[in-house]
């Protein structure tokens, strides 16, 4: 047979059914994790089961939000602590402006410097009416995220995360008013962005476009939703204004009694996500977990992200 017969006959490989993303370049991708902080003795043992888990996978950082309004917020500085002292995960804080005073963050920011916690995620946050509320800033705080991120660099030499919204953010006037509130926040000392969830991958792409044109050099993070709940993801998207692609409809028809296939169509969709995006040359993945990890172990085994394997005891 000819070479170019063998080559006819040889399967065509499909991103998923290709070898893991490390294959492709020498190493796996970089990936993080984000977590919410529990609300009750049962939710905080499962939360460590997660953060046990996934611990083996040696992430960037894990980061710990803060609820709307900053409602959360002392069960977010105890579960980052926690992580801290009793794993080798490196932790992120959750910071907003919402409800509390320059000197209460600062004092907070202390806080973690002195308790070993280096990295922060500077946000401006929710305002304490939910989404979709208006946002007043805090008499005697910091007004918007850039402000929060300079002050944060006066306290100390944290590293600093903030968020980016390939979408535009909701309350932003336009897209380019979003692009110059994101270098804002980065010119203050951020040397991160990480994304808002999205779906379209060709959304993400332009926006990463559109910021190296403006100037923006720092990684732009693309974060990652797997999703499980079509009902719970429409609610989510439309106070966030992150837009569902009409083809995402029909992988969950039909599933609403069948958690077990949800759960894989999810990780199929997320895996392929992330392998077109590697493909764009993207190579850091942010996940949001949702305090569960078989799907986040699922997606990174996928993309050749793996805990290492135990040695073979020798004679």
């Known amino acids: 047979m000819s070479d170019k017969s063998l080559a006819a ?60 309004g900053g409602s959360t917020r002392e069960r977010t500085h105890a579960t980052v602590r926690r992580i801290r002292n009793e794993t080798a995960l490196e932790p992120a804080a959750h910071l907003t402006c919402v409800a509390a005073s320059c000197e209460e963050i600062d004092r907070v920011a202390r806080d973690y410097w002195e308790a070993g916690i280096r990295h922060i995620v500077a946000l401006r946050g929710d305002p304490p009416g939910g989404l979709g509320s208006d946002y007043a800033p805090h008499p005697g705080g910091y007004a918007y995220a850039a402000d929060l991120v300079a002050g944060l660099k006066r306290v100390a030499d944290f590293e600093i995360s903030v968020a980016a919204y390939p979408e535009t953010h909701p309350a932003a006037r336009s897209s380019d008013h979003d692009l110059d509130n994101l270098k804002a926040k980065l010119d203050a000392g951020a040397s991160r962005a990480i994304t808002q969830f999205f779906f379209d991958v060709d959304l993400y792409l332009r926006f990463r476009d559109r910021a190296h044109d403006a100037g923006i050099r720092v990684p732009i993070v693309p974060g990652i939703l797997p999703v499980t709940n079509f009902a719970q993801l429409k609610r989510m998207s439309a106070g966030c204004g992150a837009s569902i692609p009409g083809w995402m409809a029909a992988h969950f028809d039909g599933l609403d009694d069948d958690p077990d296939t949800r759960r894989l169509v999810a990780a199929s969709l997320a895996a392929e996500q992330c392998r077109r995006l590697h493909a764009n040359g993207v190579h850091e993945f942010h996940f949001y977990t949702l305090n569960r990890a078989d799907l986040i172990v699922a997606i990174c085994h996928l993309l050749g992200v793996r805990a290492p394997r135990a040695t073979a005891a020798t004679a």
Not at 20 to 42: H, I, L, M, N, Q
Not at 49 to 60: C, D, I
């Open 9 to 68: 006959a040889a399967p065509q490989r499909g991103l998923l059914s290709a070898d893991p993303v490390g294959d492709f370049d020498g190493a796996a991708p970089r990936v993080s994790f984000e977590f919410f902080p529990p609300k009750t003795p049962e939710m905080e043992a499962r939360l460590w089961e997660v953060v046990k888990r996934l611990e083996s996978l040696a992430p960037r950082f894990v980061s710990v939000t803060y609820g709307a």
